[in-house]
């Protein structure tokens, strides 16, 4: 683990950047690429940092706690500091890369992880297919699984994986957030 300092955030505490990968990226005969990364937990967070990425400058600067919480997740990860986004399908930028996320499944009111039922793997697996068929703007998408159960995430990547095993187009990066 190596230790990076924030830059460009208000809160310039250091901290602690686990970029264990769970498994190597693979490709899907489409060109796209599917990536699973070890994530910190919620508790691990800054609430400081989750209020700043939780604004979503994408809907008129409306406050989506999800969303703050799939970033720092993303950066602790990462180490990699988000910008915020005003354009259309992109909800941040890493450096120049823009980032679409998808998940966690929570309230957005307070980030709080809700019962996560098969019903709902599936939708974010749907979404995740349909933002990689037609997002021209992000292709690299961030899917946050917090608070799925181990069989819900392998769910959820097999749905993936079928939904864009053919899919010739522009090359998607896809990150899964564990």
Do not use: C, W
């Amino acid at each position: 683990m190596s230790r990076v300092q924030r830059k460009s955030t208000k809160n310039a505490d250091p901290h602690v950047v686990k970029q264990e990968k769970v498994a190597p990226p693979r490709r899907l005969s489409g060109g796209a690429t599917i990536e699973t990364r070890k994530a910190p937990d919620r508790s691990d967070l800054s609430d400081e940092r989750i209020r700043e990425l939780g604004v979503n400058h994408e809907q008129g600067n409306v406050t989506d706690l999800r969303e703050g919480v799939g970033g720092a997740r993303y950066e602790q990860t990462t180490g990699n500091p988000l910008g915020s986004s005003a354009t259309e399908g992109v909800d941040f930028y890493d450096g120049d890369t823009p980032i679409s996320l998808k998940g966690p499944l929570a309230r957005k009111d307070t980030g709080e992880i809700l019962p996560i039922n098969d019903s709902m793997v599936d939708g974010l697996a749907d979404s995740v297919v349909k933002g990689a068929k037609t997002n021209t703007v992000a292709r690299d998408i961030v899917v946050d699984t917090l608070g799925l159960s181990d069989a819900q995430r392998s769910r959820l990547t097999e749905r993936i994986t079928e939904g864009l095993e053919d899919f010739d187009a522009m090359p998607t990066n896809i990150v899964i957030l564990e």
